[in-house]
């Protein structure tokens, strides 16, 4: 188990901070499913929580009034009403009648209001309440009130972006993210799982920084061992978690799912236009917002192109965990021992670490710039892509950083297990590639030419003069 709150510094810092204010405050917490919001709030606010109640998942609104009862009975005993409310006005009435009763209104207290997607039914009036709640009682009052989401999206439009009674009253916004790499490695070790860089790096590049993926690797095992049992194993936490995912945050997931599964197979990522031809789905405003929605709680990403509008940007799977079961779990018919042993001699097995390595660096742009020693610079990070014709040579460049001070870092990005030598060959392909490039953008920057893997790589007289930065994978598990 986790022993104590890992990292989420600049997220506590707020929860703390809103205990000191003389006014009462609306906090949303928002962020996708199981990457330990609620352990953040617990953590934080432990034993001043006086109420709390979580959503239950697809039930009537009858089931989730018949909750909010038992959870007030077990809040404040026999002071609570036995009569069950018949609508969320009569439950916050109840609330503040239990609250008045029995909390010292001179110490600020938190009602938390966890899953409020699945609280806030369709048709339930529970907005309508909590509306009611805070502009009736709440305000007026000592009170810090916790409203959590994992439909990320959901939570931003309908509560953040409300347009009814709860318009513009969020004090206080988090959007809680996977842990990063310096996190994972630091939640491994409060876990007493000691493993060098390339160890994480493979455990973050199959199941991402997901608090509740991590808690299931095991001390004294190598990053193909945990994977082997968490993914691949029948009672494997992840074997089958893609299933749960996106119903769990999504309505009709299946427009979601099919916008993952396209975006799963191109690595080079899609425009707008190419989702819509792989997937069939039409152009419009329900695109828009499913787009929107896999954006917000952190599954895709969209990266502009260099030299492109942004109509033109690239949409790519980001989500690590749903990249790696669409393309090794998804497909095993039966799990059987040293199934992902035997995956990671496959060619597959290569083509994936290059397109998950690539995402990783992406997700840790602030840690490279930090290595450069431009983090004071203003700088754009996008990708550039060409496609080749029989008359001219294409170009694909995964990572560029373009700067203010007129120069841009085009990046090689390498998964090796081993320090990176470059070969006659490869040089002279890269410095194609530079030629291609420059002459394709019309750029008059200055290029330097960028190589990150996972432990540098070796110079010699291929590279003298050609690869300008050298950095290894430690910069990307630097903290910021």
């Known amino acids: 188990m986790q022993k104590e709150l890992i990292g989420r510094e600049k997220e506590k ?86 609250w008045e009763k029995t909390v010292n209104p001179s110490t600020k207290s938190v009602i938390f209001l966890d899953e409020l997607p699945w609280l806030a039914g369709r048709k339930s009036g529970f907005l309508d309440g909590l509306s009611y709640f805070w502009n009736s009682w709440a305000v007026k009052n000592n009170v810090i009130i916790i409203i959590c989401g994992s439909a990320a999206s959901w939570m931003i439009q309908q509560v953040v972006y409300n347009k009814g009674g709860l318009h513009n009253r969020i004090t206080r916004r988090i959007h809680l993210m996977p842990f990063n790499l310096y996190e994972t490695d630091l939640f491994l070790k409060n876990k007493n799982i000691f493993l060098d860089k390339y160890q994480i790096v493979q455990l973050y590049m199959a199941m991402g920084g997901i608090p509740h993926y991590l808690k299931e690797v095991e001390a004294g095992k190598s990053a193909i061992q945990n994977i082997e049992q968490i993914c691949f194993s029948s009672t494997g936490l992840l074997n089958d978690e893609f299933m749960k995912l996106y119903p769990a945050l999504f309505e009709n997931a299946t427009h979601h799912i099919s916008i993952i599964n396209a975006l799963g197979h191109k690595w080079k990522g899609l425009t707008r236009q190419e989702i819509i031809k792989e997937t069939y789905l039409s152009d419009g405003g329900n695109l828009s917002r499913y787009l ?189």
């Open 292 to 480: 929107d929605e896999l954006l917000y709680s952190g599954f895709i990403s969209a990266y502009n192109a260099f030299g492109k509008k942004q109509k033109d940007a690239l949409y790519r799977l980001t989500d690590e965990y749903s990249l790696f079961y669409l393309h090794f779990i998804q497909h095993q018919n039966q799990f059987t021992k040293d199934s992902w042993q035997n995956l990671s001699q496959t060619f597959m097995f290569k083509s994936w670490t290059g397109y998950a390595f690539e995402n990783l660096c992406l997700k840790h742009i602030d840690q490279i710039k930090k290595a450069l020693g431009i983090s004071g610079i203003y700088s754009e990070t996008s990708s550039y892509y060409h496609k080749g014709t029989s008359e001219q040579q294409g170009v694909q460049i995964d990572l560029l950083i373009d700067r203010k001070d007129n120069v841009i870092n085009l990046f090689e990005l390498k998964f090796y297990a081993e320090p990176f030598i470059l070969t006659k060959k490869y040089a002279d392909i890269l410095r194609e590639k530079v030629g291609t490039f420059k002459q394709l953008t019309g750029t008059r920057k200055q290029i330097f030419l960028s190589l990150l893997s996972i432990y540098g790589s070796k110079p010699n007289e291929n590279s003298i003069g050609l690869i300008n930065n050298s950095l290894e994978v430690d910069v990307l598990f630097e903290n910021q």
């Open 13 to 98: 810092e707020i929860l703390l901070k809103v205990l000191e204010t003389p006014e009462a405050e609306l906090v949303a917490v928002v962020g996708r499913r199981r990457v330990g919001k609620t352990f953040l709030v617990r953590s934080v606010y432990d034993s001043l929580i006086r109420f709390e109640i979580t959503g239950l998942q697809n039930v009537t609104a009858k089931k989730q009034l018949n909750n909010f009862s038992i959870h007030l009975r077990n809040a404040f005993g026999a002071i609570a009403p036995k009569e069950k409310p018949i609508d969320w006005l009569e439950a916050f009435q109840q609330l503040i009648e239990c």
